[in-house]
């Protein structure tokens, strides 16, 4: 049956970004090291394009992140392009270049509306501005019998967490403390989370957690 999951990498100190993100550097000071351990593994590489790269425990988890996946949804800062709030930038098309990552459909949160955007590979953006239940919805029906994954960043899980929308989270614990970004699991309740499997390499410890109903 197809689940609603989120896979994403943090530090010990419960950040996905560092502090002072910008175009230049979207993932804040210090956030690029949280995806080191992806970047080594040959089946990151592959995914994206790109040769190189180590097979082991953290290329498996990697292999596993988008496999299953038949649509995503992500925040309006994941995204880029004019930062959260205010019009788009219609020149802007992503940090992926013209062949992103994902082949599958991705809805995008946000205040203002843009027309879908259509990419290389399958991808294609579309705009949601009428909420987090609505993208779900839509990304259901786009997904069909495969998964839908919350692809970030933190406030946009944390909001699919809070409201009780998500299956599953898979964090990646990257031994790293940034001391000031994003912050994951702010404002989230009293979630029961039920550990369903734990792999650990030199680079990380993957947990991956079911969320508990009732």
Do not use: C
């Amino acid at each position: 049956m197809p689940i609603v999951r989120s896979q994403i990498s943090i530090s010990l100190d419960g950040y996905v970004a560092g502090p002072n993100q910008s175009l230049d550097d979207p993932l804040g000071v210090g956030g690029m090291r949280l995806h080191e351990w992806a970047f080594a593994t040959d089946s990151w590489n592959e995914q994206h394009g790109r040769e190189g790269g180590q097979a082991g425990v953290d290329a498996d988890v990697a292999a596993r992140s988008m496999t299953g996946t038949g649509a995503y949804v992500m925040g309006r800062k994941m995204f880029g392009g004019g930062g959260d709030d205010g019009a788009w930038d219609e020149q802007w098309r992503g940090w992926w270049g013209g062949d992103p990552p994902f082949h599958a459909p991705v809805f995008v949160l946000s205040h203002h509306e843009r027309a879908p955007l259509a990419m290389e590979g399958g991808t294609t953006f579309h705009f949601v501005t009428d909420g987090i239940e609505s993208a779900l919805d839509q990304a259901r029906a786009a997904a069909g019998e495969q998964d839908v994954q919350i692809a970030g960043g933190a406030s946009t899980v944390n909001q699919y967490l809070a409201a009780g929308l998500l299956d599953e989270l898979f964090l990646h614990i990257i031994p790293v403390v940034l001391g000031a970004g994003e912050r994951l699991l702010d404002g989230v309740g009293d979630p029961r989370l039920e550990i369903a499997e734990t792999v650990a390499s030199p680079a990380a410890t993957h947990v991956r957690y079911r969320v508990a109903r009732g």
